[in-house]
């Protein structure tokens, strides 16, 4: 097994400040290595930190390490996605996570680093056939399809067709409100609430006229909960009967974000019934306890 010094950056609202990692989507990569057992140091990073120094770094170092990072992440159709990382507004966009090797390279979003880490750790625990006999064989039907189910899931749970992403929805105010913001349009406050960030026009007068529907975000939440209810009637998790993986990751992601930022909110939604038990259950097997003990 590889042994080498490995840095996720991260997200969070002020740097150095005792602040919560509020991102669902890093959350991913950190309980990724974490499930490998691999170990790794934290660097925490702010909108405006992403925007400047990774974003430059990234840009600087995307043609000359990506050779390595073609080889790295050739698994699963990983390799398109590093193809993105030569378009500068992709890399701003997409934001952590970021995983960094004591070579200087850098490896961007939470499915290439799982792809990696499957690739290059196969002796460690599958993070998508997690109950299965390791090395798992990562050409094999049963991989593919285990692959293609916790991607589509990572993709869609948190979402309502047709409607804003309730989690998103419920958490976006709140964010906005414990960022840092000097006096400067270009703060991280008010990056936040900009078209550029969210992607689409009018981006953040949409998202607050959502918010004050709380009852619909609400009922909205309460749908793609119970599609994660649902599963857990007969098994333990998601990926699996019995053990953890990918779309666990995805899942808990959403539960971790709401649960730091409005935690009366995420107990309401999050920790009744068998939701409730899988939660613990998460926080169980990753000694999470510290890790969500932060909250605003």
Known sequence: MPSQSLVLYDLV?????????????????????????????TKELSFRDIRTTLADKLDVRASGAFSRLGNRCAVGGALTLMLMLLSRAWIIGTLVPVLEFEDGSLLQDSLAIAHYLEKTYPNAPSIFLPESSTPVDLTSAEYLVAVEFQVKWSKTFGTVEGSFPPFFGLAAPYIQQHMDCLPSEDCDANYFMSDAKMGFPNAWPT??????????????????????????????????????????????????????VRPACAQELWMQGKIGEWVKRMIKEYKLEDFEAKKW
């Open 13 to 41: 609202a002020v740097v150095n400040a005792g602040n919560p990692l509020f991102s669902p989507h890093t959350i991913k990569a950190r309980l990724s290595l974490v499930h490998k057992g691999v170990p790794f140091e």
């Open 207 to 260: 998202i607050t006229k959502v918010a004050e529907d709380q009852d619909t975000l609400m009922k909205n939440a309460r749908t793609v909960i119970k599609t994660l209810e649902d599963i857990l009637q007969t098994q333990s998790f998601v990926a699996s009967a019995t053990r953890p993986g990918f779309a666990d990751f995805a899942t808990f992601g959403w539960y971790s974000m709401l649960s730091k």
